[in-house]
């Protein structure tokens, strides 16, 4: 019995794993291992790192760019507001042989158009209320003036135009409405004659020609203000018809631009 139990024991269908089996199994955990490997490599490969790393500066300096090609020194800059600085030093012809042929194409192309005339029915832009604020004297003003004439004649705007009341009867003998700001431009430009630089001069300070200024820019930034949107010409006495019509400004053209 002893010897039979024995032989049950170590014969071939005993519970005991024999080395065989040991090897066997240890080789499929290591072909599975290998297998989940691949896999994880499948879908990282080596070059993935790569990408995660910031490229590569294109010069020395971080944010600078400078080539030297064909002919072209060529050099780029990004400053602190995120603009870009591009500088182009043509050495020989190059830059010109690569513009020229669609400079002159460009060109032909804008000349073969044919362009609408103002006159034309294809051509009937919306009639705008536009007003020109002008502060300065007569050579300030009649530039304007032929400038409201075509927007009023050709375009069929209504201009009215904004100064001081000096160029009351110049303006509307031109067929421009007119809107008082105040102020009298020959006290500007004499003192813009005393005070050429832009520091004023201590006789300036003491006579107290300052004040004067401001209180006289400060009715013109309110007339220009008014003259966006106020009826009638800015005067006292009456206005005419056209004058005393509604004015909303669609469009307001200033010189200075600060006005």
Not at 8 to 16: F, L
Not at 70 to 93: E, K, P, Y
């Amino acid at each position: 019995m002893t010897r039979r139990a024995h032989s049950e024991k170590s014969g071939p269908d005993s519970t005991q794993p024999n080395r065989h089996d040991y090897d066997l199994s240890r080789q499929q955990t290591d072909a599975a291992s290998f297998r989940t490997g691949s896999s994880q490599e499948s879908f990282n490969p080596p070059g993935a790192d790569d990408d995660e790393k910031a490229p590569p500066a294109y010069g020395d300096t971080d944010g600078d760019l400078h080539v030297n090609q064909d002919g072209l020194d060529t050099s780029a800059r990004v400053t602190d507001d995120g603009r870009i600085n591009i500088r182009i030093n043509q050495l020989n012809r190059r830059l010109s042989q690569i513009l020229t042929p669609t400079l002159r194409q460009t060109a032909a192309d804008l000349q073969d158009a044919a362009l609408p005339s103002p006159d034309a029915d294809t051509f009937k832009p919306p009639s705008l209320n536009v007003v020109i604020q002008v502060v300065g004297s007569r050579g300030d003003v009649q530039p304007f003036v032929a400038l409201g004439k075509v927007l009023k004649e050709t375009y069929r705007h209504r201009v009215r135009l904004a100064t001081h009341p000096k160029f009351h009867r110049f303006v509307e003998d031109h067929g421009l409405e007119f809107f008082n700001i105040g102020g009298d431009p020959a006290k500007l430009m004499a003192y813009m004659v005393k005070n050429p630089a832009l520091m004023p001069g201590i006789r300036t300070l003491v006579s107290g020609d300052i004040g004067e200024r401001r209180r006289d820019v400060g009715e013109y930034i309110q007339g220009c203000w008014r003259s966006c949107y106020e009826a009638g010409n800015g005067m006292q006495d009456s206005a005419s018809e056209d004058d005393s019509r509604p004015f909303v400004a669609d469009c307001i053209i200033a010189n200075p631009p600060s006005f």
